[in-house]
């Protein structure tokens, strides 16, 4: 079973950059699409960016040209790249299967402010 730990999380200004990691425990990783997900205060958990077992990935309106994801299914990590970050993006960011979703992590939160 998979078990998700997410870290790379921070405070930044508008703009900023910042670099997620979510590393998998378990061993099914390199088998699965992996996802970043994002829930903010208030707001419904929703997911932002998908890649597959490859390189094919799919991204959120909301991300799309802002946000990169990769994985290196050697080290059972998935990577999220945030470029140009705003406000709404503050958020507690999580990475999971989408299509077998599993135990969720602890998280790990962005906050843009200025």
């Known amino acids: 079973q998979a078990q998700f730990v997410e870290s790379g999380g921070g405070s930044v200004q508008p703009g900023g950059s910042l670099r997620l990691s979510c590393t998998d425990s378990g061993s099914i990783f390199g088998g699965y699409v992996v996802g970043w997900y994002r829930q903010a205060p208030g707001k419904q958990r929703e997911l932002i960016a998908q890649i597959n077992t490859g390189t094919d990935t799919i991204y959120s309106d909301s991300v799309r040209g802002r946000f990169t994801i990769s994985r290196d299914n050697a080290k059972r990590t998935v990577y999220l790249q945030m470029n140009s970050l705003e406000l709404e993006d503050t958020a507690v960011y999580y990475c999971?299967?989408?299509?077998?979703?599993?135990?969720w992590g602890q998280g790990t939160q962005v906050t843009v402010s200025s």
């Open positions: 999971n299967f989408p299509y077998a979703l599993t135990s």
